[in-house]
Antibody, heavy 117, light 110 residues
Framework: EVQLVESGGGLVQPGGSLRLSCAAS????????MHWVRQATGKGLEWVAG???????NYPGSVKGRFTISRENAKNSLYLQMNSLRAGDTAVYYC???????????WGQGTTVTVSS | NFMLTQPHSVSESPGKTVTISCTGS????????VQWYQQRPGSAPTTVIY?????PSGVPDRFSGSIDSSSNSASLTISGLKTEDEAHYYC?????????FGGGTKLTVL
């Protein structure tokens, strides 16, 4: 079964850091581009970061310089290092696969990040 | 920055047809594929349309997608509405290497 399982969410103070992990199974992880997408409570979907199979990363302006996406193909794992966290980063963070047909075809169940003092 | 704009909400009765629009802010929306995702409360999104007008396996043919270059917009049409179609729908495309989502449309079937 194709599956993505996120972990690492929690409560962190403003200005703090958190590292999210995503464990992939059921497919050849190294051959897929991967992304993180977040959703604040009652709000829409927001793309946070993407990494290609070769490791090239991309970010929107809202997180560029604060977040770093990385992957470890040998461990079938995706990561998101989040620094200088703000209240506005509070959201459910989804690990998502970019499928061969060029869409976000597999989503994890999400992990919740709360930035609050 | 490229943006996608959707109506905040739409509503229609069971059995009817509804269309949700997604308008690109600049350039040509036809330059990159548009996808549509359905999200029910408490669940992760699932794809109902990819590649502008393709349905993933398992998505009923009541769902269809189209592109209108003249209005720089994409549309999701759902025919024969069912109460189970009530959900949020998000369009998605890309700008350079960046993934872009529309703000989402809440579909109410009443």
């Amino acid at each position: 079964e194709v599956q993505l399982v996120e972990s690492g969410g929690g409560l962190v103070q403003p200005g703090g850091s958190l590292r999210l992990s995503c464990a992939a199974s059921g497919f050849t992880f190294s051959t897929y581009d991967m992304h993180w997408v977040r959703q604040a409570t009652g709000k829409g979907l927001e793309w946070v970061a993407g990494v290609r199979t070769a490791g090239e990363a991309n970010y929107p302006g809202s997180v560029k310089g604060r977040f770093t996406i990385s992957r470890e193909n040998a461990k079938n794992s995706l990561y998101l290092q989040m620094n200088s966290l703000r209240a506005g980063d509070t959201a459910v963070y989804y690990c998502v696969r970019w499928g061969y047909l060029s869409f976000l075809d597999v989503w994890g169940q999400g992990t919740t990040v709360t930035v609050s003092s | 920055n490229f943006m996608l704009t959707q109506p905040h909400s739409v509503s229609e009765s069971p059995g009817k047809t509804v269309t949700i629009s997604c308008t690109g802010s600049s350039g040509s929306i036809a330059s990159n594929y548009v996808q549509w995702y359905q999200q029910r409360p408490g669940s992760a999104p699932t794809t109902v349309i990819y590649g502008d007008n393709q349905r993933p396996s398992g998505v009923p043919d009541r769902f269809s997608g189209s592109i209108d270059s003249s209005s720089n917009s994409a549309s999701l049409t759902i025919s024969g509405l069912k109460t189970e179609d009530e959900a949020h729908y998000y369009c998605q495309s890309y700008d350079s290497s960046n993934v872009v989502f529309g703000g989402g449309t809440k579909l109410t079937v009443l």
